[in-house]
């Protein structure tokens, strides 16, 4: 008989570590997801971390450790998105996408060359899926720093962002730098996602970024509590993840455990699809679910 | 080059970049950046839960491309596009982790399935690619009107009695199956770079929709036959030089629209007149 | 009311989210007949045009198309939006898009032809559009798209034509180009208009007659006898005064509540 907590997991060292750092990421990508969200900017929030990813192939294949590797990539994409600085949605989003692709495309080539140099089988799914279990204790407190500016940023930025996103012509009229204001969000959400990647991998980094955001904007109405939401939603995913692949260890297939990418994921679509099982009170008329209402949906949310 | 395996390479390449131009043109218009993206990679994560059960890789490739068309359109109704890609892609990946998890020797193939194997096409892979090619291009060539219309004014598009939501589910759909071939041959992240950068060169090259789509297409040709050329000899991986020539089409594309803004126009421009 | 009437709604009632949108909207258009559908925002005229082109269920009511109810897939009603919306590089070239007024919403595969190729030019001559015909629509000013959609929308001979607030964003001289352009085509071909506005003003030399919307219910006639202060006084449900200027039509609300008087005032036209 196999108990929630399997005996050990509180005792065992790269638990803890697991658990503090994943519980900073949880919460830094919850609140710069709420505005990722907000500003319809899903797929960059994607897309920067796999070209964080690549970044970091790139280190390893110099020898930097990769933490450095996905920093700079990260950061040098978002600036580069931000120098084609293109503002309509659609028109970002290919630009986004061709960036996105020449860093795939760079890294099918590191991961080429560095098979040339060193056998790597396992890398392609470590980088992909990330490992939160083999955290090195001396990287830790760089990443803790990293991610508190990032949180700092898009904290102090929050009213702000909020107005840009609202009307960018409102805010340019009452003085904002709506062009710096995009700038400084962007480089948050590139340092913010680039250290969960490197973590939790460029999967569960989208994951935890969109996936608690997208479910506290459908629960909570104003940014403040849809922040503070999103970060308790994201926080309870990864611990109830970590705690899951802990005891999966105990499951078929012996010996393995399950990932916990997939325990973290699971959970946090499952609660997003939840908040559609409660049915709206205030409609009371027949749905209006047509393709204008979609239109609506997005011209309203993300004039930019 | 041109002989024996290779001509095999050729002949699926050129396949692939056909459909790619094609779809790309469509993805590009609807700003279904995204959705290229999430159904050819979370295809992948179905592939290593096939190979796990012993069955037919392509067999998971299409059940998870098509469950990721699924996904999208039906998250889609209730939720903002990029938010519903987002998670039915996380969602796909997170379930591939498990079934790559599981499985003990996947890697090397799980290498394959995201960057492509092109110089490994046998001539009765071909086949189905050639085949599959044909029916997406005839899909999109019956679509293409309102297709057109629904992707570009969709309010009127209503209005004519089409119904957008089934248009951009058939849409996703042609996108899973254009997939689920050709992620074999060149890889998840590859068939999203051919179908984007191609596409969106093109259409800044010119405005007569047809002649984009075709340009896409062309664009896309050249962008992979460069692209085996320069693999074959130097064994870089294709995906490198797929990426990084379709970055340089798309910024291409764009220095000339920027350009033909700014001088003497050829092109008729509007006067400034109600 | 008469049995002759192209388009019918009787006592269509639209209910969401728990406002009341319309309520026992009753109006018949005839043939030709040239409607101005006015009324401040927020009225429910957009709803309205949603109803009759199909897109918005009914919550009570019914919407006749000669006499029987109106089928889901309807060729014979027109639409211009207010807003296209579109991307600058978007790869449509303004006779593309006209041409897709003619079979748009129709599959298969359509091979070039001289015939559709001449009609797409004389509609865009038509509209005044001939000029721009290869420019792309993303990249043309409001009043220049209006035009463009009034052609996509009039190529397939529709019986009826609904414009959403084609008015709305431009500015006198192209608001009169406009107005003449659809008067004088629809004249012609002899097409219904129902055309929504907040202001009438500039549609008073063309209209025939008037649908006004006040919240959420109609007035319907003749522009003299429903623009009256006693008629829009219980439309709005509140005082209302009605000034007749050099020839222009002011409603303004009595000076009770400052946020109706200057929305009232504003819509109707007298503040710019």
Redo the contacts between chains.
Sequence with gaps: MHYVFEPGFFASGPVHVALAVGTVIAITSAVVGVFTVIRGQSFAGHSLADIATTGGSGAFLIGVNQFWGYLAFGAGAAAFMEMIGIQRRRGRDVATGVVLGAALGLAALFLYLGTQYSSTTGASFSILFGSIFVLTPSTVPALIVSALLALATVVALARVLLLTSLSPDIAAARGVPVRAVGAAYLMALAVSVALSAVIIGAVLSTALLIGPAATALRLAKSPLKAMITAAGLGVVAIWLGIVLAYDSFYWPPAGRGWPVSFFVVTLIVGGYLITYLRRDPRRAGPEQAGPEQSIDAERACSPV | MFTGVMANTWLAATAVAVIAGVVGFFA??R?S??A??AIPNGAFAGAAGASLLGLNPFAGLAAFSVAGALGIAGL????????A???T???M???G??F???STEY??E??SL??GEVFGVSASEVLPILGLGAVSIVVI??????L???S???????????N??RMELAFLLVMALATSMTVPVV?A??M??LM??PA?A???L????V??MTLSVVIALVTVWIGIAASYQSN??L??????I??AV?LAG?AY?AARRRLPVS???????? | MTSDDLLRLQNVSVRLGGRDILKDVSFGIRPGQFTGLIGPNGAGKTTLLKVILGLQPVTSGAVLLDGEPRPARDASIGYVPQKLGLEPDVPLRVRDVVSLGLDGHKFGIRLPSRARRELVSDMLTAVGAQRYADARVGELSGGEQQRVMIAHALISRPRLLLLDEPLANLDISSEQGIVSVLARLARAEQVAVLLSAHDMNPLMPVMDRIVYVAAGRVAVGDTDDVVQPEVLSRLYGQHVDVIRVHGRILVVAAPEGVDEDHAVAEDAGVMR
């Design positions: 590009v218009l700003g950046t995204f290229a993206h889609s109704r209730r939720s903002r596009p990029d938010v890609t987002a998670l892609f996380v969602m990946l997170g379930i982790a498990l790559v998890s599981w890697a090397q799980a290498y995201l960057f060539a019956v679509m293409f009107r309102p057109m219309l629904s570009a004014l969709p309010e009127v598009a209503a209005a004519r009695g089409l957008t939501r890889g992240l590859l999203f770079s984007i950068g969106a093109a259409r800044s010119t405005a007569r929709p002649l984009a870089w991986p995906g490198f030089f797929v990426g990084v379709g970055a798309f764009r629209a092109e008729p421009s509007p006067p400034r007149v109600a």
